[in-house]
């Protein structure tokens, strides 16, 4: 079936670092791929999205490049900020019988100190 | 913008009680969903519904009901609440376009004593 792993956290990182979380899906067909930010005491809110292969969305500073063949959507920012604090989600959309599904990995929490 | 509101944004329940949880989301999308968020377990899938009259349920439905008699309106019923249900739920929507993203609603933070 379709699933989506998502490296653990809590991460801690201090201002102006690189930062990696790794995503990758297991799936019988190609989804789009989603980052989903949580802000302290927020719902989520859309971080940036790739629809096909090879495609990087980017906001904030963020990247992230949809890999086909590594089945992976791995979340980058060259230089972290306090204001980056957050919870993060992968999430692909994939189609199903019914329409299609958003499905969510476990979420990473990074915490940015100065 | 709206967007997605949900009600209450907190709520304590004592074991046994009924409540209902709202969602009215303001953009016409076709698909909404409840999701449960758990420490160390992501967001799970409770119910979903694809269109006005057309709901299913998701990973964790026990314990939860939901109808959708208006595209704009999703509310999810706990029929008698338990210790477990415990959490904050999210309600989102989107359009059927597998390409757009979901919108999330501020989150109902539940506990159940």
């Known amino acids: 079936g379709n699933s989506v792993t998502q490296m653990e956290g809590p991460v801690t990182l201090s201002e102006e670092a690189f930062l990696t979380i790794n995503c990758t899906y297991t799936a019988t067909g190609y989804p789009s791929l989603f980052w989903y930010v949580q802000y302290p005491g927020e719902g989520l809110q859309l971080l940036l999205k790739a629809t096909k292969a090879d495609d990087k969305g980017s906001n904030k500073g963020f990247e992230a490049t949809y890999r086909k063949e590594t089945t992976s959507f791995h979340l980058e920012k060259g230089s972290v900020q306090v204001s980056d604090s957050a919870v993060y989600f992968c999430?692909?959309?994939?189609?199903?019988?019914?329409?299609?599904?958003?499905?969510f990995g476990t979420g990473t929490q990074l915490k940015v100190e100065l | 913008n709206a967007g997605v509101t949900q009600t209450p944004k907190f709520q304590v329940l004592k074991t046994g009680q009924s409540m209902t949880l709202q969602c009215a989301q303001d953009m016409n999308h076709e698909y909404m969903s409840w999701y449960r968020q758990d420490p160390g377990m992501g967001l799970r899938l409770i119910h979903y519904s694809v269109g006005a009259g057309i709901t299913d349920q998701g990973e964790v439905p026990n314990g939860y009901n939901v109808s959708r008699s208006t595209t704009e309106d999703f509310p999810l019923r706990l029929l008698s609440a338990a210790p477990s249900q415990t959490s904050v739920y999210f309600c989102?929507?989107?359009?059927?376009?597998?390409?757009?993203?979901?919108?999330f609603g501020q989150g109902t933070r539940l506990t159940v004593v």
């Open positions: 999430a692909p959309r994939w189609v199903t019988g019914g329409g299609n599904k958003l499905t």
């Open positions: 989102a929507s989107m359009s059927p376009d597998r390409n757009t993203e979901a919108f």
